[in-house]
């Protein structure tokens, strides 16, 4: 999938954004400045079927720690109410709860990859990596924004 970054042939950026102290944009590269994680994963698609493919690049947890989150870690029943958005520049989006990349909850090695099989994603922007997910929908390509914020 192509974005505007990409058709600008430009590097793709992410907006990280909502309940923290430094809303950032970063490129792919200063993501891979992060500790990086590989997996090989494979999901369903009802258009194409299975696929499996090889990811690498940071956790969603590190990537968020990064931009400082204003939360109150005093004690765990706080954080459940707390959402994530992650929006693709096709503006296909998904949710997640926090408490499936909190590592005191599920801490599931949810990725924003920087490569797909080998290949850098520079240009396209980073891809959501949710390995225990069945179905693709979720591996959200050329992730433009991610917002974290209160259930309203
Ligand atoms: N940005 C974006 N990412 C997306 C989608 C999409 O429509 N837009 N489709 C999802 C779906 S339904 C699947 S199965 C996987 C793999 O889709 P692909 O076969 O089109 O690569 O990507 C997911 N990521
Ligand atoms: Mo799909």
Redesign the pocket.
């Known amino acids: 999938?192509s974005s505007p970054a990409a058709a600008l042939n430009r590097p793709a950026t992410v907006h990280l954004h909502g309940s923290l102290a430094e809303p950032l944009r970063l490129t792919v590269a200063e993501l891979r400045e992060l500790p990086s994680h590989r997996i090989e994963v494979s999901?369903?698609?009802?258009?194409?079927g299975v696929?499996r493919h090889g990811f690498e690049g940071p956790k969603l947890w590190d990537v968020l720690r990064t931009a400082r989150p204003q939360i109150d870690f005093t004690g765990r029943k706080q954080r459940l109410g707390l959402l994530l958005t992650v929006t693709?520049?096709?503006g296909?989006r998904a949710v997640l709860s926090w408490a499936e990349i909190d590592p005191d909850f599920g801490g599931q090695q949810i990725l924003l990859a920087t490569s797909i099989d080998g290949a850098p994603l520079d240009r396209t922007g980073p891809?959501?990596v949710v390995p225990s997910d069945h179905?693709?929908?979720?591996?959200?390509?050329?992730?433009t924004e991610v917002w974290v914020g209160p259930l309203a």
């Not at 999901?43 to 194409?48: A, E, K, R, V």
């Open positions: 999938m999901f369903d698609c009802l258009g194409s696929q693709g520049a096709d296909h891809q959501l179905c693709g929908a979720r591996y959200i390509s050329g992730i």
